[in-house]
Nanobody
């Protein structure tokens, strides 16, 4: 089985920063593309960012470009999302996911998801 566990969520003021982590269990971590999605109350789940397994090629939603940075440390089986200049519209539950390719992750066509971590941004 594959387990993904998000952490690092919390309360932050608008303009502040937060760093999310996603710890993955199982073997062949480096062969998976990984990414972040988020879902706010009453809204659809939306793509945030993704990163390939080894090359580190990335993709971002337009709404977070220039503010968020996705990265991974394969030696630690961990993926990160550095969130800067946070806005109230960033408030959501953030979910970690993994898949066989970048395009699969970006499209949300993945089977493995974490339980989510809450990010709250005060105006």
């Amino acid at each position: 089985q594959v387990q993904l566990v998000e952490s690092g969520g919390g309360l932050v003021q608008a303009g502040g920063s937060l760093r999310l982590s996603c710890a993955a269990s199982g073997r062949t971590f480096s062969t998976y593309a990984m990414g972040w999605f988020r879902q706010a109350p009453g809204k659809e789940r939306e793509f945030v960012a993704a990163i390939t397994g080894i090359s580190g090629r990335t993709d971002y939603a337009d709404s977070v470009k220039g503010r968020f940075t996705i990265s991974r440390d394969n030696a630690k089986n961990t993926m990160y999302l550095q969130m800067n200049s946070l806005k109230p519209e960033d408030m959501a539950v953030y979910y970690c996911t993994r898949g066989p390719s970048l395009s699969t992750v970006v499209a949300g066509l993945t089977a493995d998801w974490g339980q989510g971590t809450q990010v709250t941004v005060s105006a």
